[in-house]
């Protein structure tokens, strides 16, 4: 992996070829290993390692970017005179700030040895050994197990220098039988939180447990929401809490700040540094993150800014921008929905009549105003009847808004780093909440 020194070394010889009023680096890359499985056999074992260099030029307001993924003097040359030729034909961006100076970060410990050290002969062992458990099942499984090590750096002409680097391990499994599936993952640091046979058994468990399904009619469901689900769902609303999609009046904050939209018990923010988060603790510029409250007992209390949308709106940057140029602007990275203290089981337990969703998928906004989205449940869907699953059930196509969703959440569960199937993972709860819309049964 790219190291500190390295990457300085890298940015000084950039600056050589540099004529710019300004000039930044940005560095990512790193390597990924991963193992896939399908019909109860590994089929697919890839390893690969590589960085791009993206060079950003500044010409009085007139700023480019250029990107590359080779490293020898003549590409360095080569990609700097490109950013530099772009960012003269640019036109004049009179909200455009000079980069900022050196900063002081927070530090986050995310790298793990032991995670950046996996073979793929572990991998294999840990996908025989969860295989092993979905045919003593008389199931069929699928999935992948990924390991990796990434670098994040960002340096620029005004003596910022920003490093981060982490490690990553993923195991998803989902498991088949003649007319049910069951589904199960996990992503963490730390390959040694992954137990892939207790995933296998999770997966393989929501699979008996749902087989032969019943069929509900739709309606509006008390329902349990188990954290895949709710990750799902309230990824929507986070490129909302952006001071720039305000300030353009594209999100469904606009004129809503100090409202209360959601449920007393909502509670949310966006924290770099929670032990259950990945990320760097540094914006796109270059700017430390800030542990941003967003909703505080349902209120929306405030809103991520860029430096250039802060100076815009008269606010403080938050550290959420993204590299410049962009025209997206800022938004939350590391949302943590806080929890309450009740399990699934004891969600279950209160429920007299209701659905318990294990995850979702297909996921597609309707209404970006109103926050309605549209999906279908899979891979474990049950009907739950005076405190029990009585049987599992057809999945079910929904259409909900998710104001409304968080604004009739009865119980929630401890917070948890969730993975799901369109999100990247965030800290989340089960949710317990009131009304559920289901729209129509699906055919599988």
Not at 86 to 97: F, G, M
Not at 234 to 260: H, M, N
Not at 309 to 314: I, N, Q, V, Y
Request: net charge negative; charged share 25%.
């Amino acid at each position: 992996m790219l190291d500190k020194n390295r990457c300085l070394e890298i940015f000084a010889e950039l600056l050589k070829y540099s004529d710019a009023d300004e000039t930044e680096l940005i560095v990512g890359g790193g390597t990924h290993e991963l193992t896939r499985f399908a019909n109860n056999a590994i089929h697919q074992n890839v390893a690969e390692e590589g960085y791009v260099l993206s060079v950003r030029t500044v010409y009085g307001t007139r700023t480019a970017r250029a990107t590359t993924n080779k490293f020898d003097s003549e590409s360095l040359r080569r990609v700097v005179a490109e950013s530099a030729s772009l960012a003269r034909q640019q036109q004049l961006d009179s909200e455009l700030l000079p980069m900022p100076g050196p900063q002081d970060y927070r530090a986050v410990e995310r790298f793990v040895e032991a995670t950046a050290a996996v073979t793929a002969t572990e991998r294999a062992q840990a996908v025989r050994n969860a295989i092993q458990i979905a045919e003593k099942h008389g199931q069929t499984a699928a999935g992948t197990f990924s390991t990796g090590a990434g670098v994040y750096a960002l340096l620029n002409s005004r003596g910022l220098a920003a490093y981060y680097s982490e490690t990553r391990a993923e195991f998803s499994i989902t498991t088949l039988a003649s007319n049910s599936s069951g589904w199960a993952k996990k992503t963490s640091p730390d390959v040694r939180e992954i137990d892939a046979a207790a995933l296998a058994a999770r997966a393989a468990e929501i699979a008996v447990l749902s087989r032969d399904p019943g069929e509900l009619p739709p309606g509006k469901y008390v329902t349990i929401l188990e954290p895949a689900a709710v990750l799902d769902l309230v990824g929507f609303l986070f490129w909302d809490f952006s001071g720039q999609a305000v300030r353009d009046q594209r999100s469904f904050l606009t004129g809503r700040l100090r409202e209360k939209l959601f449920g007393a018990n909502i509670q949310i923010s966006d924290d770099a540094y929670h032990p259950l988060q990945f990320g760097a603790p540094f914006d796109g510029e270059g700017i430390p993150r800030k542990v941003l409250p967003l909703v505080e007992s349902g209120v929306v209390k405030g809103l991520t800014y860029s430096r250039q949308t802060a100076k815009a709106m008269g606010a403080e940057p938050t550290g959420h921008g993204f590299p410049l140029p962009n025209e997206v602007g800022e938004a939350p990275m590391n949302i943590v929905v806080a929890g309450g203290p009740h399990t699934v089981a004891e969600m279950i337990a209160s429920t007299e009549r209701g659905v318990l969703v294990t995850r979702l998928w297909y996921i597609r906004e309707v209404d970006p105003y109103k926050k309605i989205v549209t999906g279908m449940t899979r891979d474990g869907t049950f009907y739950v009847e005076n405190g029990k699953i009585k049987q599992g059930i057809r999945n079910f196509r929904f259409n909900e808004s998710l104001i409304d969703l968080l604004g009739c959440a009865e119980m929630l569960g401890p917070a948890e780093r969730a993975s799901g199937e369109e999100a990247a993972p965030m800290v989340v709860p089960a949710l317990k909440v009131s009304s559920f819309n289901f729209t129509e049964v699906t055919k599988f």
